[in-house]
Nanobody
């Protein structure tokens, strides 16, 4: 019922910047928490940042001061501005949204994007 389309990944040199976008579409009544996670080869998927409907953001310690999460509620889109990128930021980045579906009561459901590769060269 919810489709997520991610974009903005790519290859960048250390110290560079990238901006990821994740646009949600479908039949949902409310979009709650939106966030970004990442998974490097051989590692588990880790939280990068989340943002509430009101704009309250939460970051992993490893990205504080370098990454900024934002959202456009009118467009149902979440962004991740990544600055001062490091080789250890290399991973597949996934967006995740929590939505209340139309006709499904008050429960919230989580949906994941397909992932976008970010590679930072040294």
């Amino acid at each position: 019922q919810v489709q997520l389309v991610e974009s903005g990944g790519g290859l960048v040199q250390a110290g560079g910047s990238l901006r990821l976008s994740c646009a949600a579409s479908g039949s949902f009544a409310e979009m709650n928490i939106m966030g970004w996670y990442r998974q490097a080869p051989g590692n588990k998927r880790d939280l990068v940042a989340t943002i509430s409907t009101g704009g309250s953001a939460n970051y992993a310690d490893s990205v504080k001061g370098r990454f900024t999460i934002s959202r456009d509620n009118a467009k149902s889109t979440v962004y991740l501005q990544m600055n001062s990128l490091k080789p250890e930021d290399t991973a597949v980045y996934y967006c995740k949204v929590s939505v209340r579906l139309q006709g499904y009561g008050s429960r919230y459901y989580d949906y994941w994007g397909q992932g976008t590769q970010v590679t930072v060269s040294s």
